[in-house]
C-alpha cells in the first residue's frame, strides 16, 4: 500500500538530494536553470 505519507517522505528526500547538489555545484546548476527557462516559456507560448 502506498500513502500519502509515503509519497510526502520520498519528495522530501528528493528536495533533499536537488538542495545539495545545488550547494554543491553552484555554476552547474545555474547553467541548468538558464537552459530551462527558454524552452518552458516558449512551451507555454505554444
Known amino acids: 500500500m502506498y500513502t500519502i505519507e509515503m ?3 520520498h519528495m522530501r ?3 533533499e538530494l536537488a538542495n545539495r547538489s545545488r ?3 553552484p555554476a ?3 547553467r541548468v536553470d538558464q537552459t530551462r527557462k527558454p524552452r ?3 512551451a ?3
Open 44 to 46: 507555454k507560448k505554444r
Open 7 to 9: 509519497a510526502y517522505a
Open 40 to 42: 518552458t516559456r516558449a
Open 28 to 30: 552547474a546548476a545555474y
Open 13 to 15: 528526500q528528493l528536495q
Open 23 to 25: 550547494t554543491d555545484q
